[in-house]
């Protein structure tokens, strides 16, 4: 059985933001070598989330304020977690989206259903965070 790791680094200079890292992860794939087996990606930090869904601007809008609702960023005061810093609402949005996604590799390639994306769900950024690529399989 093979065996491969990738971290994947990111650095978004505001607070949040939707990056499709499907591509990414496609080419970590080729490297492996890979041909059948299972692709696991996983957000490295408590305040990223990865995620499968549509590459679209108008749902990237929609979850932004879906989450927004959920877990307001302000007043930063509302949450107990805020002693000396301000990214409790980013906590619960990561618990929203998930840490992690695993997808299937067949034929090798990632065998995604219709308009399946991987993305990288920033919440607390203007710093250097990673993605945990990892593929096993032969
Ligand atoms: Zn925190």
Redesign the pocket.
């Known amino acids: 059985m093979k065996s491969f790791r990738r971290e994947l680094w990111f650095h978004i200079p505001q607070r949040r933001q939707t990056v499709d890292i499907t591509d990414q992860v496609g080419e970590a794939l080729r490297d492996s070598g890979v041909n059948e087996g299972l692709c696991l990606v996983n957000a490295m930090h408590i305040?990223a989330s990865v995620y499968i869904n549509d590459a679209e601007s108008g749902l990237y809008d929609d979850m932004e304020r879906w989450l927004e609702k959920l877990a307001p960023h302000e007043p930063v005061s509302q949450y107990r977690?805020n002693v000396g810093?301000d990214?409790?609402d980013a906590?619960l949005k990561r618990s929203v989206m998930g840490r992690e996604v695993v997808v299937a590799v067949t034929d090798g390639r990632l065998d995604f259903g219709p308009w399946e994306r991987i993305h990288y769900y920033e919440f607390d950024g203007r710093r250097r965070k990673r993605v945990l690529v990892k593929i096993i399989g032969e």
């Open positions: 305040t977690h810093e990214n409790a906590h």
